[in-house]
């Protein structure tokens, strides 16, 4: 009988657009399964753990096919659903499916070779050729088998020890030899328990506590035996089951170290080593049914049940304070019952420490938390736990069976999702930039939720034009709830004009007199304010008034803004950094200006205008810690701050019981912006922004600080029309074949020689016109025209929504693949964002 050869089609976390395709050695024949990770060999010396995807018997056309190397997994890492989404993602925002690998995977899950050195075998030992640096190397890997080229720097003192290798494999003394480096290690935790021939006999036990009271040198073991006996008790397991946590047991009984390990040596107590949990576990403190809807809450909760009877998805249409959590919170108990899975989507991590801790009151363990901010080893955790909640809901203590994140939660290995829901839809912050897949977390969550057969429930109070588009046409159902819960009232919205203020010397710094008065108000009732501007740093640019030069990035054609606190002016998109200097670089003139406002400085501005009052800034710039975050909003709720300024963060979702004021201290930069979504951007967040004021306690003032007090934007927000807003932007995207009526996809490319980028836009441009005549736009440079030393140049593709999109797609992939063959273009990298 002739024996079967299988073969296995491997997925890498590599830019490629194909799967690889390795022969299976005959010991993992029958263990191979997809979603398992599997070591294989890449290119002339590279290693990299990629994942199964197919196991056949298909005898590929190359000759030579390589060996899989290694098997790392027992079962699989990851879901056929979780693939689905996967593919989809990769097909409609083209990109490459290893590109979502990479995106998706926690780091410690994506193993790749690390280069070790080690002698060459063959080496005679001869010496006499090498240079003192070459010698030192050779000596060093005599002492030892084998050292990575970091261990090798660190050891002979010299940083740039790449071209000392490459001189001593070309000499033939020495050879690389590829490893794959697992970085996931579980966390153990040393315990200590009684010696099982102790602890299973109680009266040696005790007849041992007596033999070593009745000695002055052992008597202090006694005690330490006592000690234990009482923490046993007090715990409730039986003396054979006890164990305890080897620095909980130090600090309990007051014992010494030495203590300790004399009696380990003894054979009195022993150690255990357990593999224990990174994330802190929670009880549940109330049932959801304790929740007692509004009427208004009850009626929208039954009419989003009576939608999903037709409809896959259903938004929720509720202003600030109209209480969507609670309606989310009974969404999710009905889904728990059931023994499904949900995932609650939110747009920013600052937004998750306050939701969770609404929901772990409630669902307690059941509550997982998954994002960046999180470390690999954690995110490991989380991965296998959402993984390991069986098809038939049943849970253990290592399963969830809600997870609670921002974008990347959507990417964790569900295996039976019942409900997601997407808090704050409408935000920005769903929609991936860079580096792929350049996904949009909300659409890609409505596709997961129809691959699992659950629902999806969009919530927010400023629906994005494209969601609501879809509640018009019918495509989504939608439910409104506009009465804020337990009758409260929605602020009260103030517009007041800078030109007007400065005119009438009626401004302290960027503050006008009336929002100054207010503040001073809120402060005087021991209320809290909230302030926003979008712009962090202490000024925006330093301005020489001699010669007119701003400093500007080396690398980015953008200004350089001034941090105070570090002293430093500073690129926002690279990161470069420079001193403040003393004088102008170009007229050497002394006149310089800080111009411009950010958060730093308005924190500044507060400390001096209200002494007496507690001041915080929330933006990039203090919340990049783990947890800084998290102390931000605890300290906000337990009224330690008293005035919060922030950026956009501070208006997205946030419920402080006593904010009464909040301020917005310059709108023009929102509604100004030069983009066609500004108008609906600059609504959606002023009218969130408004929401955080009056929401419990007291009644809410707004405080809108503008050079352009009468704009439509200001004015829909004043009166609360969403809807107005709705159809003068969607008469104007009709117009100018705009999403949501169109569909838009941008083409960037990007070169460090301008002049190249030039001609290979103009290269490209007839042929786009050619293949999608009247729907292209450009090529033009963008507002922001050169990043981290790339200068960029964009066209924009319009497909009316009737358009056959895949097929369009596929014609736009062959342009370019096609382009990117010509030699002189090889350098030209080409971004592609679909739904930019």
């Known amino acids: 009988m002739e024996r079967v050869t299988y073969f296995v089609d491997v997925l890498l976390p590599l830019p490629l657009p194909a799967l690889f395709t390795y022969r299976v050695p005959n010991e993992f024949e029958h263990t191979l399964q997809f979603g398992m990770r599997v070591v294989v060999p890449f290119g002339r010396s590279k290693l990299y753990s990629g994942l199964i995807v197919d196991v056949h018997t298909k005898v590929p056309k190359r000759i030579q096919v390589k060996y899989i190397l290694e098997l790392i997994d027992e079962q699989p890492i990851i879901s056929p659903k979780q693939f689905q989404l996967w593919q989809w993602i990769a097909e409609y925002y083209m990109c490459h499916l290893g590109e979502v690998m990479a995106a998706a995977l926690p780091s410690a ?166 593999v224990v949990s990174r994330l802190t576990e929670f009880k549940a403190l109330e049932n959801p049914s304790s929740i007692v809807l509004s009427p208004p809450q009850q009626e929208a909760k039954q009419e989003i049940e009576q939608q999903f009877m037709t409809k896959e998805v259903v938004l929720l249409h509720g202003i600030t304070g109209s209480g969507k959590t609670e309606i989310y919170i009974k969404f999710i108990q009905q889904a728990i019952e059931e023994g499904k899975q949900v995932l609650y989507l939110l747009p920013e991590i600052a937004l998750t420490t306050q939701i969770v801790n609404r929901l772990r009151k409630y669902f307690g363990d059941k509550i997982g938390v998954y994002h960046s901010r999180f470390n690999e080893y954690e995110r490991v955790e989380i991965w296998n736990r959402v993984l390991n909640q069986n098809k038939e809901g049943k849970l253990s203590q290592d399963k969830y069976q809600v997870i609670l994140g921002a974008r990347s939660a959507l990417l964790l290995p569900y295996q039976n999702l019942g409900l997601i829901i997407v808090d704050e839809e409408h935000d920005g912050s769903y929609k991936q930039i860079d580096p792929a897949p350049r996904y949009h977390a909300r659409d890609a969550a409505i596709v997961l939720a129809k691959i699992h057969q659950a629902k999806t429930l969009l919530g927010t109070a400023t629906p994005s034009l494209e969601t609501y588009y879809n509640t018009k046409s019918g495509k989504y159902g939608i439910v409104e709830l506009f009465q804020r819960y337990a009758e409260g009232q929605l602020p009260e919205i103030w517009t007041v004009d800078i030109r007007e203020a400065l005119k009438q010397k009626k401004m302290r710094g960027n503050f006008t007199q009336f929002l100054i008065e207010n503040i001073q108000e809120a402060l005087s009732k021991k209320e809290q304010i909230i302030l926003f501007q979008n712009r962090r740093g202490y000024s925006l640019h330093l301005f020489c008034h001699s010669c007119q030069h701003i400093p500007s990035c080396e690398y980015c054609d953008v200004t350089l803004t001034y941090h105070k606190k570090l002293n430093l002016l500073k690129c926002h998109y690279c990161g470069y950094a420079i001193d403040v200097p003393k004088s102008c670089p170009i007229c050497k003139s002394h006149h310089l200006e800080m111009k411009g406002f950010g958060t730093e400085k308005l924190e500044e501005e507060l400390q001096a205008l209200f002494p007496s009052a507690t001041v915080a800034r929330m933006d990039l710039d203090t919340t990049r810690s783990k947890r800084s975050h998290q102390q931000l909003i605890t300290d906000f709720e337990n ?125 490209l441009a007839p042929i ?69």
């Open 639 to 763: 009224r330690k701050i008293d005035i919060l300024v922030g950026t956009q963060m501070v208006t997205k979702g946030f419920d402080f019981s006593h904010v009464s004021v909040v301020g917005v201290l310059n709108a023009d930069q929102l509604i100004s912006y030069p983009d066609f979504r500004s108008f609906e951007r600059a609504f959606q967040i002023l009218a969130q922004v408004s929401g955080r004021a009056g929401r419990k306690n007291s009644e809410g003032k707004v405080i809108i600080q503008s050079y352009q007090p009468k704009h439509p934007a200001l004015q829909y927000v004043i009166k609360n029309d969403y809807e107005a807003m709705y159809q003068q932007q969607i008469a104007e995207r009709k117009q100018f074949h705009y999403p949501p009526i169109y569909r838009l996809i941008k083409i960037t490319l990007k070169d460090k020689d301008d002049e190249k980028l030039d001609k290979a836009a103009a290269a």
């Open 109 to 274: 899950l994506k193993l790749a070779s690390e280069t070790k050195i080690m002698l060459n075998p063959a080496f005679n030992g001869d010496v006499s050729t090498l240079t003192e640096n070459e010698l030192k190397l050779a000596e060093t890997l005599s002492y030892r088998t084998l050292m990575t080229v970091d261990e090798i720097s660190k050891a002979i003192g010299i940083a740039k020890i790449i071209p000392l290798i490459k001189s001593l494999i070309d000499k033939e003394i020495i050879i690389t030899d590829e490893e794959i480096k697992n970085p996931y290690k579980p966390k153990i935790e040393t315990y200590i328990a009684l010696s099982p021939d102790i602890a299973n006999n109680e009266k040696s036990f005790f007849s041992l506590i007596d033999t070593l009271a009745s000695s002055k040198r052992t008597e202090k073991q006694s005690d330490l035996l006592l000690s234990f006996l009482l923490l046993q008790k007090k715990s409730g397991a039986n003396l054979q089951n006890f164990s305890i946590k080897r620095s909980d047991f130090l600090k309990q009984a007051e014992v010494s170290v030495a203590r300790l390990e004399t009696m380990l040596e003894k054979g009195i107590f022993v150690k255990k080593e357990v």
């Open 768 to 836: 786009l016109k050619e293949a999608f005549p009247s729907h292209i736009l450009g090529p033009e440079y963008p507002i922001v025209s050169k990043i981290q030393n790339f200068y960029l140049k964009d066209f924009w593709l319009k497909l009316p929504r009737n358009s056959n999109l895949a097929f369009q797609k596929q014609k736009l992939q062959n342009i370019i693949s096609q382009f990117q063959t010509q030699s002189s273009f090889k350098s030209i990298r080409v971004v592609i964002n679909v739904d930019s």
